[in-house]
């Protein structure tokens, strides 16, 4: 059996200190250890953006930054582009998708951490939230990603490796419910893991996980032990760059827009995602009129002389960089009650986007922007259910 292992590690830059701190000590450095001990174990990284800046920003981290260099080095770890701050892509102008899979792109490049294929660029892509839609695709088709990972409802039933007409990026499925029963089921031990890949290997003999890089360590606190037990294992871990190199790529016309949050029901009922823009979620529609409000300010400051835009790869001024950071998904999980529920990170995204508007000279934009920040704090403030 062929297993492939995409964790997906990630902190909002609003996060607190000591929870990055916490997180890198019972997660990240011990996921990284357990590379270096089980050389054999090739994973898929995908690290947000906002995480690197955190780990490059304080020499405390140098050392998980130094052993994601020397893992990609030795071929063991691949990481994946994706989007700068984690965003919805699909739910953004299409200038910002591309913003912030440039600012991916370059953000892994400066730290050293660009597990590149021999033409020089990229080879993988993990969508924030697995949310695409065929202008994510276009976009990274465009840009000469080999492959991106989607979801399985995707998929729409067809096959785990598809190619799409027109398009060399090809589309790698997720194995859900083997993700999930890792990440909160019954293979949550060596036996339960054994059976899983037993039952799996009835049909196929590749598959796919992938989960948060959390799980171990954090919210799993034996998922730590569990990993190490794994990696031993005599299973063939490729990553999946190198999954993809040895497999059959079958023919589709499309893959749905959907996100890892939509079931086959929503899907069908036009509910793609259902933990960052749910209708009828008061919370939900205002963050985004502030999102929307931001990005028109900022749009506007970068217009100059002639009509000419700024191009924002070379002159980021204050609000830009605050945009770029502003854009997070983590504000909309936590205010959907999806389960969970966090005023107080609900807040904090809203005051970030509510200094980009403040950081313009935009008077009537910074009105409207206070007026919607103000509502979604007396929202918060009831107490009462945002929906």
């Known amino acids: 059996m062929k297993i492939s292992w995409l964790l997906h590690l990630h902190q909002p830059s609003f996060q607190d200190p000591e929870v ?115 202008t994510v695709i276009c976009i990274l088709n465009e840009k000469k990603y080999d492959w991106v990972l989607v979801d399985e409802v995707a998929a729409l039933g067809k096959s785990h490796f598809l190619s799409l007409p027109s398009t060399a990026t090809k589309v790698i499925v997720r194995d859900r419910g083997a993700s999930l029963a890792v990440a909160f089921g019954y293979a949550q031990n060596i036996a339960g893991f054994k059976n899983l890949i037993d039952a799996y290997g009835r049909f196929s003999d590749q598959l796919v996980l992938a989960l948060d890089g959390e799980t171990f360590g954090h919210h799993w606190t034996e998922g730590v032990n569990f990993l190490e037990a794994v990696a031993a294992l005599n299973y063939e871990y490729l990553t999946i760059s190198e999954l993809a190199s040895v497999v059959d790529f079958t023919a589709t016309t499309a893959i749905a827009e959907c996100s890892w949050g939509t079931t086959d029901a929503g899907l069908k009922a036009g509910v793609l995602y259902p933990h960052w823009q749910r209708e009828g979620n008061a919370i939900h529609a205002l963050q985004w009129e502030l999102i929307g409000l931001a990005i028109n300010v900022v749009e506007k400051s970068e217009l100059i002389r002639n009509g000419i835009r700024i191009n924002p790869n070379l002159e980021i001024d204050k609000n830009r960089s605050l945009l770029d950071r502003a854009l997070n998904s983590d504000q909309f999980w936590w205010a959907s009650r999806d389960p969970y529920w966090s005023p107080d990170m609900v807040q904090r995204g809203a005051e970030l986007l509510l200094s980009v508007v403040g950081s313009t000279n935009d008077g009537i934009a910074k009105v409207k922007a206070q007026d919607i920040y103000n509502k979604i704090v007396n929202l918060l403030d009831s107490g009462s259910s945002p929906e």
């Open 20 to 134: 990055v701190a916490s997180i890198s000590n019972s997660s990240y450095r011990p996921l990284l250890a357990i590379l270096q001990r089980h050389p054999a174990f090739h994973v898929t990284l995908d690290i947000s953006g906002t995480l690197i800046k955190w780990w490059s920003d304080s020499p405390e981290y140098a050392d998980i930054l130094n052993s994601l260099r020397e893992l990609i080095g030795r071929g063991q770890v691949e990481v994946t582009g994706g989007g700068w701050c984690h965003p919805v892509l699909p739910l953004l102008p299409e200038a910002e998708i591309k913003r912030q899979i440039e600012l991916q792109e370059d953000c892994l490049r400066h730290n050293g951490l660009c597990h590149v294929s021999p033409k020089g660029r990229l080879r993988g892509f993990f969508p924030p939230e697995l949310a695409i839609n065929d």
